[in-house]
């Protein structure tokens, strides 16, 4: 009886631990993968955070390390992969154009949503949402 009362106090606590080890982090989504669990990943995957703009389509809310800019359009150069950008109202202290660059998951939203579309709409307005020097997502608001 000893016997049996052991091993089901030994079993449930190893239940019990495997549970704990797959339950999410505070704050990490509860359907995420854990980091301990046994689910293949592609080699020298593990530990990377996915490039600004790779998750697609994306809300209206960008992530934490985002930031935006609001301007018109200035440039467009496809060889580079970059656009420039002049700010509507600069405040002092802060850039009066910026340059972005932008890939295949640059978000389009407005015109004939891409990026080289934009090259007919120097001085329209665009609302900038980048990561570093990478756009992530460009509105248009208005062409002009």
Known sequence: M??????L???SLLIAAVGYSQAPNPGQAPNAQSPNSPATQAPGAQGQT???GAAGQRGTTPAASEKTFEGRLTKVDA????ITVAAINPKDGD???MSFK???STVVVGGDKTVQGLATKTGSTLKI???GDMA???EISDTK
């Not at 000893?2 to 091993?7: E, G, Q, S, Y």
């Not at 060889?79 to 970059?82: F, M, N």
């Open 2 to 7: 000893k016997r049996k009362i052991t091993l």
């Open 9 to 11: 106090i030994g079993l």
């Open 50 to 52: 996915p490039a600004p």
């Open 79 to 82: 060889a580079t992969k970059t």
């Open 95 to 97: 850039p009066k154009d």
């Open 102 to 104: 932008y890939g295949d």
């Open 129 to 131: 949402t980048y990561a």
């Open 136 to 138: 992530s997502r460009i």
